[in-house]
Structure formats: C-alpha cells, structure tokens
C-alpha cells in the first residue's frame, strides 16, 4: 500500500487519542513539548542534537516527513482538550510499507499512562490490518528501560545489540543500540 492510500485511514482514534499527521498548526506544541523534556530527549532521542531541538529543526522534519513518499510523522493528541501528548510515525524501507521503522515520545507529564502502549497499538494495528505491513522494527539505547518495556508489550521481540553504536546527545556516553521488531505475517 503506498502512502497516500495510508493517508485515507487518518487519523485513527483511541479511547483517549487522536492520532494524525501534525499540521502547521501543531508546531507550536510540538516545539513548547521538546523544550520541556530537552534533558529527557537529549539522553534516548538520536535526533535530539541542537538542530533538532530547535524550532528550524521541527520545520525541517514536518516539511521532509510530509514530502518523503516512505515517511508518515503522526502524532497523538489529548481527544478532549487537543493537546499535543505523543510523537511517532512510520517510515517504509520500500514505497510499499511491507517493512517500516518507528519510534516515538511522550511529552511531559504524560509517562506511565499508557498513552504510548494505546497510540502505538492504533498504529500497529493499522500496519498489520490494513497496510498489510510484514514488518515493524524499532530502536532504543541501553539503559531505556520504559522505551524496552513498551516494545515487549507492543509483542516486539528483541533482534540483537549493536555495541556502543549511539552517542547520547545528553553526556556524550557511547550506548548500546538494542533493535527489537513485530512480524505481522
């Protein structure tokens, strides 16, 4: 399935999420969220150097993620108040979606709520029911135990360690890159 087909089956909703593509709109919350968990960030985020915390470094994102024909940014708002909660996406291996990557982030105050487990879910159902996706494989660096927590309960599995292969943009410390996936077929 390529994008635009995908794009048709936005946004998705959750019992507590609106899940879409951000719009110009949303980059002000967007950018007031990434400042208020900078440290956070800066520590598990491999984007999260000065550029992309700053605001020309969040324009750069939605303006690439909109135009890439294998990249769909998304993000999860409050489904009463509409404020901006998390910031995933997926982005294809191939124009088709059979294989995609993700990640995401919680904005503060939001941790240990679920939200994450509920967004993603939304979207890996998306991938697996109607994508037909094959396959999602994500990311994370030593030490993120509630990003490993969140993949084991998503049905990720772990795939392998890449020794010392991430530089933390917080401390400079060189972390191990865990990589864990989901088949769907």
Request: hydrophobic fraction near 40%.
């Amino acid at each position: 399935m390529d994008k635009a087909s995908i794009l048709k089956y936005l946004p998705l909703e959750t019992e507590r999420l609106i899940i879409r593509t951000p719009m110009p709109d949303d980059a002000e919350q967007i950018q007031n969220a990434k400042e208020a968990l900078e440290e956070t960030l800066r520590r598990w985020m491999d984007w999260s150097d000065d550029f992309g915390m700053s605001r020309e470094g969040l324009d750069d994102w939605l303006t690439n993620a909109t135009a890439s024909e294998v990249s769909i940014p998304l993000i999860g708002l409050d489904k009463l108040s509409g404020k901006f909660i998390l910031a995933t996406g997926i982005d294809a291996t191939d124009e088709d979606f059979s294989t995609v990557s993700t990640g995401w982030w919680l904005a503060k105050g939001y941790e240990g709520k679920g939200l994450a487990y509920e967004g993603l879910n939304a979207v890996f159902n998306l991938l697996a029911e109607i994508v037909e996706t094959q396959k999602v494989f994500t990311k994370f660096y030593a030490g993120n135990t509630r990003s490993q927590n969140l993949m084991e309960r998503l049905g990720m599995n772990y795939v392998g360690t890449e020794p010392k292969a991430h530089t933390s943009n917080l401390t400079g410390e060189k972390l191990d890159v865990i990589t864990y996936e989901r088949n769907f077929r």
